[in-house]
Every structure is written in structure tokens, then in C-alpha cells.
């Protein structure tokens, strides 16, 4: 047997640690899904600028992950990232069309 009798503060500190980590983790689920932008990288990879909108797609994914993994504030900065690097690949794509069109017309005049 131990030499000092268990004084009150022994049970309710261990009650406390139970509810400090039920808050824990109902203050984590509160938190809103931050954006992916997943449908706008899925939109930019119907743009002829493969490399790039792979590229949006793969961090909207990355986003999404790393928001199930708990890391809210990292998948937030990856939302972030695959927003403008789709908006980026839908204007690249958008001149690429654009020129295209202008040398395939002034080809057959």
C-alpha cells in the first residue's frame, strides 16, 4: 500500500483530463471544411495546359486529405495554392486557344 492516502485532487484531476479531451476533440469537429476548390481544378484540366492543371488537381487533393488527417490550417494554405494555380491554367489554356484560333484562321484567308 502506498505511505499517503489518495487525496481528492487525485479523482477529479483524472475526471478533468476525460473532459478536457472530449472538448478537445468536439472544439476540432466544430471547425468548417476549409475549400479544396476540387471543381475548379477539375474544370481547368479541360484547358490545354496539362502540366499545370495536374498540378491545381493534385493540391486540391493533397487539400482534402490534409483536411481528414486534422490539419485544418495546412489544407487551408493548399485550397489556396489550387484555386490560383487553376486560375492560372484556365487563362494559359484560354490564350492558347486564342492563339490557336488567330493562326489557324489567318492560315486559310
Known amino acids: 500500500m502506498s505511505q499517503y492516502a489518495p487525496g481528492p485532487?487525485?479523482?477529479?484531476?483524472l475526471d478533468n483530463s476525460l473532459e478536457a479531451n472530449i472538448d478537445d476533440v468536439q472544439a476540432e469537429e466544430d471547425l468548417p471544411r476549409p475549400q479544396n476548390y476540387l471543381w475548379l481544378s477539375i474544370l481547368s484540366c479541360f484547358c490545354p495546359s496539362y502540366p499545370v492543371n495536374i498540378v491545381a488537381f493534385v493540391f486540391s487533393i493533397m487539400?482534402?486529405?490534409s483536411y481528414n488527417n486534422g490539419d485544418v490550417e495546412g489544407s487551408r494554405q493548399l485550397g489556396r495554392n489550387a484555386k490560383w494555380i487553376a486560375?492560372?491554367?484556365i487563362i494559359i489554356g484560354l490564350?492558347?486557344?486564342?492563339v490557336s484560333?488567330?493562326?489557324h484562321f489567318a492560315r486559310k484567308s
Open 9 to 13: 485532487d487525485c479523482k477529479s484531476a
Open 63 to 65: 487539400s482534402l486529405n
Open 87 to 89: 486560375i492560372a491554367s
Open 95 to 98: 490564350f492558347i486557344i486564342g
Open 101 to 103: 484560333c488567330v493562326v
